[in-house]
């Protein structure tokens, strides 16, 4: 969900006044969805479920968040933000490990990267994070690279995380 509206989102300079009035029950209704998702967990994130971890859709739906705080801070809060990058930098299930190499006190140190049989760490690399192997178990392992579904670092990935903290850096001024 946050994918499709973050694209509207971005939009919105280019639209007149009554495109964003209308956008407007659609921020409402992507703010409840947030909001249910705290029921769901007590990180206020959409976690994965599945065969890859989820700092990449943690971090897409907090830049989506970023760009409705600014629009619509009477709906968002700066909060909504931030958890995210909570979330990457330790506050998630199965540990307080950073997601971020080189980020944290404690972070990931092998990633699976561009030299994949050397263990390479690269250093403010985003890794996919936490997996769900059903039907209750969390794993997410520190001295192996070649599950990318938890280790993988992407230039993608980071570029978003470095847009992710900047975001919030601005925030917390």
Same mark, same amino acid.
């Not at 968040?65 to 958890?83: C, G, R, S």
């Not at 980020?103 to 390479?120: P, W």
């Given at each position: 969900?946050?994918?499709?509206? #973050?694209?509207?989102?971005?939009?919105? /300079?280019?639209?007149?006044?009554?495109? &964003?009035? #209308?956008?407007?029950? *659609?921020?409402?209704?992507? @703010? $409840?969805?947030?909001?249910?998702?705290? #029921? &769901?967990?007590?990180?206020?994130?959409?976690?994965?479920?599945?065969?890859?971890?989820? !700092?990449? $859709?943690?971090?897409?739906?907090? %830049?989506?968040? *970023?760009?409705? *705080? @600014?629009?619509?801070?009477?709906?968002?809060?700066?909060?909504?933000?931030?958890?995210?990058?909570?979330? =990457? +930098?330790?506050?998630?299930?199965?540990?307080?490990?950073?997601?971020? !190499?080189?980020?944290?006190? @404690?972070? &990931?140190?092998?990633?699976?990267?561009?030299?994949?049989?050397? +263990?390479?760490? %690269?250093?403010?690399?985003?890794?996919?994070?936490?997996?769900?192997?059903? /039907?209750? +178990?969390?794993?997410?392992?520190?001295?192996? /690279? +070649?599950?990318?579904?938890? $280790?993988?670092?992407?230039?993608?990935? !980071?570029?978003?995380? =470095?847009?992710?903290?900047?975001?919030?850096?601005?925030?917390? #001024?």
């Amino acid at each position: 969900m946050s994918r499709s509206i #973050k694209v509207v989102l971005k939009a919105v /300079p280019y639209m007149d006044g009554e495109f &964003k009035t #209308k956008l407007r029950d *659609y921020v409402i209704k992507y @703010k $409840n969805y947030l909001t249910e998702l705290e #029921k &769901k967990n007590p990180y206020g994130m959409p976690i994965a479920t599945g065969g890859w971890g989820g !700092s990449g $859709n943690v971090v897409a739906t907090a %830049i989506t968040n *970023y760009f409705a *705080y @600014k629009l619509y801070p009477d709906i968002m809060t700066k909060e909504d933000v931030i958890k995210g990058a909570n979330y =990457i +930098f330790g506050c998630h299930p199965y540990s307080n490990l950073s997601f971020v !190499s080189a980020v944290g006190t @404690k972070s &990931k140190k092998v990633a699976y990267g561009n030299n994949r049989a050397d +263990f390479t760490t %690269i250093a403010g690399g985003i890794v996919p994070g936490v997996m769900l192997l059903k /039907p209750d +178990f969390l794993e997410n392992k520190d001295d192996w /690279p +070649f599950l990318w579904g938890e $280790n993988e670092v992407t230039i993608g990935g !980071s570029a978003d995380y =470095i847009f992710l903290a900047n975001a919030v850096r601005e925030l917390l #001024k």
